[in-house]
């Protein structure tokens, strides 16, 4: 009687292959991480409301792919079409078409500033409290179902939170129909467009045409009313 023994390289292939995942998500993690980090610290300190607005956009797009790392590929989804496309952009629109001054607002900052830090302070503190003590002993997970992250929240917004699911819809609503009556209201020095007068003006009333003597070219353009100026 033979016995054939095969010797595989199998195991150790399979094991290099998992570490080197395991550290490109790790890389993946960190990069995303200190992205997100710096952004949001950008969002706080930038001076210009737009520049906050395009850091918090950054932020939501970093917590987007630190979402797909851990599996959750529909909150990921979330983020970016409703947060990035709907209100950070809606929010970026509001703030450059608003006439906010802005020297005003940050006539406050150091004024306020203490009581942020001590805030702020109060959140870090309750953050390492939650993770390095024991807020977390005891607690165990549901197992997991056998069906999709996408369907598995499906059932649970659409069956056990649809009232509340429904009522977030139409504060979001709300918000979008405030936004545009913001934007549309009528202010003062500020010129609006009508789209109807313009194609109904007529060349008589907007240009004239006059003989300029020679060497009289300034002093005849200014007497011409600036309603009726070419160009």
């Known amino acids: 009687m033979t016995i054939d023994i095969h010797f595989t390289a199998d ?4 094991l290099s292959s998992a570490a080197g995942d395991a550290m490109i998500e790790a890389l993946f993690f960190y990069l995303f991480s200190a992205v997100m ?3 949001g610290a950008m969002v706080v300190i930038s001076r210009n409301p737009v520049y906050s607005v ?7 797009f970093n917590a987007a792919g630190l979402f797909v790392l851990i599996g959750a590929e529909f909150i990921a ?7 990035v496309g709907a209100v950070a952009v809606l ?5 450059m078409m608003l006439d906010i001054n802005f020297a005003e607002m940050r006539a406050g900052f150091q004024k306020y500033l203490p009581l942020g830090l001590v805030v702020g302070g109060i959140l870090v503190f309750e953050l390492v409290a939650a993770i390095y003590g024991d807020a977390f002993n005891g607690v165990t997970l549901p197992a997991a179902p056998d069906i999709s992250n996408t ?3 499906g059932n649970v917004l659409y069956t ?16 979008m129909i405030g936004a545009i009556s913001l934007t549309m209201r009528r202010r003062v020095g500020v010129r609006r467009q009508v789209i109807a007068q ?10 004239e045409v006059v003989e300029v003597p020679v060497g009289a070219g300034a002093r005849t353009i200014a007497n011409v009313p600036s309603s009726k100026r070419e160009g």
């Open 11 to 14: 195991a150790p292939s399979s």
């Open 160 to 175: 056990k939170y649809m009232y509340l699911f429904q009522v977030a819809g139409l504060i979001l609503l709300v918000a």
């Open 37 to 39: 980090l710096g952004a």
């Open 77 to 83: 989804m979330l983020l970016v079409v409703v947060y």
């Open 54 to 60: 395009l850091f918090l956009i950054l932020a939501f």
């Open 91 to 95: 929010f970026l629109f509001v703030v």
């Open 151 to 153: 369907r598995a929240l």
């Open 198 to 207: 313009q194609n109904a003006r007529r060349r008589d009333e907007s240009v």
